[in-house]
């Protein structure tokens, strides 16, 4: 390929509401045909939480205030052990990779796998391995 010319399809970032709207509803795709992540929603309205995970997003990566809430909280007692974050983090990136790429989109990993990282220690901490 002549090196001066753009590939036919190029990824974009995320820059828009629209950007996380896509990323948040494929993710929960992935989530929920995932054998060992699925069951952990079970009990989960969707009609409610997606929109909670996209106010989540616009709020960490466009910095649009509206989110609020104890994330740390949402996660506890619910038997969420290190290796369930490893999947999560897998499943994130994919969706993340397959998709985007830029500065936004890197830090939207970056961020995942911090908090992932933070919740995983907390519980660990709190409820054992
Ligand atoms: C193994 C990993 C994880 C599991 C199984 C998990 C599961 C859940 C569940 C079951 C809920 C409650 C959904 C409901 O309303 O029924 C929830 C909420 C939430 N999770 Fe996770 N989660 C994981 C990792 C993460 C990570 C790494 C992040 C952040 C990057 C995150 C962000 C959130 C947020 C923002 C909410 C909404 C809290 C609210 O509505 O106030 N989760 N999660």
Redesign the pocket.
């Known amino acids: 390929m002549n090196k001066f010319k753009q590939p036919f399809f190029m990824k974009k970032d995320i820059n828009a509401e629209n950007d996380i709207d896509l990323l948040v509803t494929l993710f929960y795709e992935k989530i929920k045909a995932n054998t060992t992540?699925a069951p952990?929603?079970a009990?989960?309205?969707w009609e409610?939480?997606l929109p909670?995970?996209k106010e989540?997003w616009y709020f960490i990566l466009l910095d649009k205030p509206g989110?609020r809430?104890?994330?740390y909280d949402?996660?506890s007692n619910?038997g969420?052990k290190a290796p369930?974050?490893d999947?999560?983090?897998e499943l994130?990136c994919e969706t993340i990779n397959e998709n985007f790429e830029g500065e936004i989109a890197t830090k939207a990993i970056n961020?995942?796998k911090e908090?992932?990282m933070l919740?995983s220690w907390k519980l660990t901490e709190t409820e054992g391995k």
């Open positions: 992540l952990f929603f009990n989960t309205n409610h939480h909670r995970m989540f989110f809430g104890n994330i949402s996660h619910r969420i369930h974050f999947t999560w983090i994130f961020k995942a908090l992932a919740f």
